[in-house]
């Protein structure tokens, strides 16, 4: 799909959904060097998002108090681990396997994060823990894999940095 269709359908629909982002995000990281009417197809969606006729969906209208939890008992547990034990763990690989064995608790607003936290305290507390003690254990018993790359956040999240991400490339590609 083209940048041209991308920002057609999303002036069109009046709004760009995350996928449509991500695949404008595709095109231009994969293309060396973008045309000038790409460039302005890009100006011409940001001024749209930007005037009100485009609404952007943001990625997280959503939070999971679960991950904060075992974030925290991860910390919490890791940091004793180290006193005790005296080597480290990769934190992102335990809290992700913790993680992958509980219940997902979604809030929307703060008084909603407030109840998921309340709640997993008295409903998940002794279950993250032991959740977060045996992905230390088993993260602690296996040999580091060579060559992996952590996720971070996506190159030029959004549309901003998007923009932010091709002006280089822009002032390149001017005729002056």
């Known amino acids: 799909m083209s940048i041209h269709r ?5 002036i069109t629909r009046g709004y760009l959904v995350p996928e449509a982002e991500a695949r404008l995000n595709r095109i ?3 293309s060396p060097a973008l045309e000038v009417e790409e460039y302005e197809e890009i100006v011409r969606l940001r001024r749209a998002i930007a005037d009100g006729g485009v609404l952007v969906f943001s990625r997280k209208h959503f939070y999971n108090v679960m991950e904060e939890l075992v974030e ?8 004793v681990l180290e006193k005790t034990a005296g080597s480290g763990v ?8 913790a993680l992958n064995r509980l219940p997902p608790l979604y809030a929307t607003t703060r008084e909603g994060a407030e109840f998921q936290r309340v709640r997993a305290r008295e409903e998940f507390g002794g279950t993250i823990a032991a959740q977060v003690e045996e992905a230390l254990g088993r993260t602690r018993s296996q040999a580091p894999v060579p ?7 996506p190159a030029g999240a959004g549309i901003p940095g998007l923009l932010e991400s091709l002006a280089h490339r822009w002032t390149a590609a001017l005729p002056y």
């Open 6 to 10: 991308i920002v057609e359908e999303a």
């Open 90 to 97: 990769d934190l992102g690989d335990v809290v992700a396997r």
């Open 72 to 79: 925290a008992e991860a910390l919490a547990q890791a940091a």
């Open 28 to 30: 231009v990281d994969r």
């Open 147 to 153: 060559g992996r790359e952590p996720l971070g956040p």
